[in-house]
T-cell receptor, first 113, second 112 residues
Framework: DGGITQSPKYLFRKEGQNVTLSCEQN?????MYWYRQDPGQGLRLIYY???????QKGDIAEGYSVSREKKESFPLTVTSAQKNPTAFYLC????????????FGEGSRLTVL | GQQVMQIPQYQHVQEGEDFTTYCNSS?????IQWYKQRPGGHPVFLIQ?????EVKKQKRLTFQFGEAKKNSSLHITATQTTDVGTYFC????????????FGTGTRLQVFP
């Protein structure tokens, strides 16, 4: 089945540690996105990538980093510079950056202890 | 800051009652999408509207895009418990078409 796979589903980390969230898609989509969702709030865009080896900052990129070395993979690193990293992280993809629907993964819930 | 607002933030209804959520943008949008997120789940695409004044229906759901392309609404007729979740609108700005701007969401609770 085609889709987007995020891992891990739940993650705990200590303050000061970097953590990398995985996102893999087999939909052959060009565009991929990372969103952050906090309780009772909408989705805020962290980073997005329209094509391999290229990515752009979203609205809340500080404290995060990404890479897009392969079309199907778009990992997100939450660095120790992110002041409030506890959140639900959603990865999504679409055929292109400005058309059609977003397909979301099931999300990764990060808790900083 | 958030440029797409949704009202209400929460809505509790009795099963069988109707429900409407409104989405308002500070700027004109080239299109509007609607997503549903079940509790503990991820957003799932419902529909996309592109034309000014467009109305689309999916069974008990009616979606509308305003004439000025700055607002949209989702109306559910005769709610069911399966309608529970948070409904998000998301718009694409005409001159910054790389990314959707998501609304704040409306959480719907349906009591049997």
């Amino acid at each position: 089945d085609g889709g987007i796979t995020q891992s891990p589903k739940y993650l705990f980390r200590k303050e000061g540690q970097n953590v990398t969230l995985s996102c893999e898609q087999n939909l052959n989509h060009d565009a991929m996105y990372w969103y952050r969702q906090d309780p009772g709030q909408g989705l805020r865009l962290i980073y997005y990538s329209q094509i391999v080896n290229d990515f752009q900052k979203g609205d809340i990129a500080e404290g995060y980093s990404v890479s897009r070395e392969k079309k199907e993979s778009f990992p997100l690193t939450v660095t120790s510079a992110q002041k409030n990293p506890t959140a639900f992280y959603l990865c999504a993809s679409s055929w292109t950056a400005n058309t059609g629907e977003l397909f979301f993964g099931e999300g990764s819930r990060l808790t900083v202890l | 800051g958030q440029q797409v607002m949704q009202i209400p933030q929460y809505q509790h209804v009795q099963e069988g009652e109707d429900f409407t959520t409104y989405c308002n943008s500070s700027t004109t949008l080239s299109n509007i999408q609607w997503y549903k997120q079940r509790p503990g789940g991820h957003p799932v695409f419902l529909i996309q509207l592109v034309k000014s004044g467009e109305v689309k229906k999916q069974k008990r759901l009616t979606f509308q895009f305003g004439e000025a392309k700055k607002n949209s609404s989702l109306h559910i007729t005769a709610t069911q418990t399966t309608d529970v979740g948070t409904y998000f609108c998301a718009g694409l700005r005409p001159y910054n078409t790389d990314k959707l701007i998501f609304g704040t969401g409306t959480r719907l609770q349906v009591f049997p």
